[in-house]
């Protein structure tokens, strides 16, 4: 029977555009992710973005899957994001609602004045059997054709439907989710390249196993049980090591280590020391 590490391994090697890791690791390179959202909202201005991959966020837990996949943030504050949503449920409408509240949340400080809110769109990239290839909706009165204009966008792009309204940026990457080879454009070719790159590199094999959420399930449920000491001695210093490469300061990650693993004080502070040397 293989072990979690290896089945880990096995499928990193296997995966592709639709594995949520590797489609997150891949997409975060900020001049991909321009290029997507350029494609699909040609009217804004994505030249200057920040993209968040909440998994290597300071501010999110490692431990557990968070509402965002790939957020993209450009100059004026806006929030895209980036949904790859495989499975076409009926309750799509639903999940769109909970990521808009839970990007607005985040959005503002305590007190902090509604005003300051700016537009969230949340865009579900997957294959659908939806109408159009580019589905774009907003709150609409049931008199008449008046939008609300609350800020909140959900865009459903779907590869199976027909083309002609999607740019050859759009479509490669549509070539991706149907697992075809890219051939339309810049971007489906060169997210395909990268790939082939990640699984070809022994940093990406470590990367995409600290991204996936079983991994880290193991050292939750197995750290506090007896006879594990040497399993945490090789994988705790490697979470340190990625809790530190993301902003987080000693104490915030010893303080981590105390609530999420349930280590004392002192063996926190003895796998920090650890993960430094080893560094």
Known sequence: MLSKEKRIRQKFLQADFNDDVMFGMAMSKAKFCKRLLQSVLPEFDFQQIKV????????????????????????????????LQLVAERNLA??????????????????ED??????????????????HAINHYQMMSEHGDDILEDGTHTIILNAKSN?????????????????????????GPKVANDIARIKQSELGGEKYMAL???????????????????ERRELVPLLVKILADNGKQPAEIMAYLEAKLGLRVQEAEEYYQLAITEA
């Open 114 to 131: 509604y005003r300051n809110l700016r537009d969230t769109y949340v865009i579900f990239l997957g294959a659908f059997d939806w109408s």
């Open 163 to 187: 083309w002609d309204e999607a740019d050859a940026e759009l479509r490669g990457v549509f070539q991706l989710i149907l697992k075809e080879e890219a051939t339309y454009g810049y971007l």
């Open 212 to 230: 996936t959420d079983e991994f880290w399930q193991d050292i939750r449920d197995e750290g506090r049980q007896e006879g594990k000491a040497e």
């Open 52 to 83: 968040v991959v909440p998994k290597q966020s300071p501010s999110s837990d490692l431990t557990q899957v968070g509402c965002i996949d790939l957020l993209c943030i450009p100059k004026i504050g806006d929030r895209f994001n980036v949904k």
């Open 94 to 111: 639903l999940r769109s609602r909970y990521y808009h509240a839970m990007m607005i949340e985040e959005m503002l400080a305590t007190d």
